[in-house]
């Protein structure tokens, strides 16, 4: 078992940054590749980012690379979420998401994780 509490969340305007975090209890998080995903109002739940075991390995999808980086600090079992140049589009519920993997694996469909947090609001104004 794995529960995740995600944090930094908030109001920003358009053009700047926030981190957000995702603490994991348990002593296996390690064990777990991670991921952040995020939902809209009337939207499915899309892939942000995702950082592999040890963190070696990294994804994202077009509309966030260059701007979101995800890290982790297995020594902290926590996760982070570094967002800059946001957009009022990057509004959304965030949510990070764990999924027991091999090492170097990452994944980015939402039925892959097994674990979920309850998610932090973000809002980007114009």
């Known amino acids: 078992q794995v529960q995740l509490v995600e944090s930094g969340g908030g109001l920003v305007q358009a053009g700047g940054s926030l981190r957000l975090s995702c603490a994991a209890s348990g002593r296996t998080f390690s064990s777990y590749a991670m991921g952040w995903f995020r939902q809209a109002p009337g939207k499915e739940r899309e892939f942000v980012a995702a950082?592999?075991?040890?963190?070696?390995?990294?994804s994202y999808p077009d509309s966030v690379k260059g701007r979101f980086t995800i890290s982790r600090d297995n020594t902290k079992n926590t996760v982070y979420l570094q967002m800059s140049s946001l957009k009022p589009e990057d509004t959304a519920v965030y949510y990070c998401a764990a999924s027991a993997a091999a090492a170097a694996e990452v994944k980015q469909r939402t039925f892959e994780y097994t674990y979920w947090g309850q998610g932090t609001q973000v809002t980007v104004s114009s």
């Open positions: 950082i592999s075991r040890g963190g070696g390995t990294r």
